[in-house]
């Protein structure tokens, strides 16, 4: 799968737009971008992901970029509840394993 | 519904003891994973089965670990021999099919003294 680039740490004020961006320069064209978050003392919660076009559900939206070498998971409206570590992962779409590998993320603060 | 239950929560042992740790996935999830978390790092992944098999298991570190599912739903993890260097946070995660996400128990948190 390819690998994943993302900066260790942001901050946001509540109620802002929170924007954090992942590169994936080297993605394939059957290899989805998947974004989950881990809250302290919790597993991993699945946020959201896509294949080439804008996604958006009750939790956030995706932006990828026309290349697909990079994208940008946003949370609307960051509440204090939304600090967590963020991962971006990017895996192949279909085949018979199917395995998400997991970087450092972004830990991202919601401050108030 | 109810989620991924995993248990004990926690669990202290002794270096060279066996440890035996549980995960109940959702309810009709065909595919079961076991990953590992060290402190500051993302989850590791260990092993993952469809159904009873287990379709990949190159994540395990050693020989010391193995796992099982022999009904196809509840999955053990154990570990023979432990070290300190066992000390983690083990997840266990499900999912229903196809491209579906992957749902998280909460952990066990291993703390081998």
């Known amino acids: 799968d390819a690998k994943t680039t993302q900066p260790p740490s942001m901050d946001c004020a509540e109620g802002r737009a929170a924007n954090l961006p992942c590169n994936h320069s080297?993605?394939?064209?059957?290899?989805?971008v998947y974004w989950y978050r881990q809250i302290h003392s919790q597993g991993p919660q699945y946020i959201i992901h896509g294949l080439k076009n804008n996604e958006t559900n009750e939790m956030a939206s995706l932006i990828i970029t026309e290349d697909r070498k990079s994208s940008t998971l946003i949370l609307p409206h960051a509440t204090l509840r939304d600090t967590a570590v963020y991962y971006c992962i990017v895996r192949v779409s279909g085949g018979s394993n199917y395995k998400l590998t997991f970087g450092k993320g972004t830990l991202l603060t919601v401050n108030p | 519904g109810a989620g991924v239950s995993q248990t004990p929560s926690n669990k202290v042992t002794e270096k060279g003891k066996y440890v035996e740790l549980r995960c109940d996935p959702i309810s009709g999830h065909t595919a079961l994973y076991w990953y590992r978390q060290s402190l500051g790092q993302g989850p590791e992944f260990l092993i993952y089965?469809?159904?009873?098999?287990?379709?990949?298991d190159s994540g395990l570190p050693n020989d010391r670990f193995f796992a099982v599912r022999p009904e196809g739903s509840v999955s053990t993890l154990k570990i023979q021999r432990t070290e300190r260097g066992d000390s983690a946070v083990y997840l266990c995660?499900?999912?229903?099919?196809?491209?579906?996400?992957?749902?998280f128990g909460n952990g066990t948190r291993l703390t081998v003294t």
């Open positions: 080297t993605i394939s064209g059957n290899e989805y």
């Open positions: 089965f469809q159904g009873t098999g287990a379709a990949d």
């Open positions: 995660a499900s999912r229903r099919d196809g491209n579906s996400p992957l749902h």
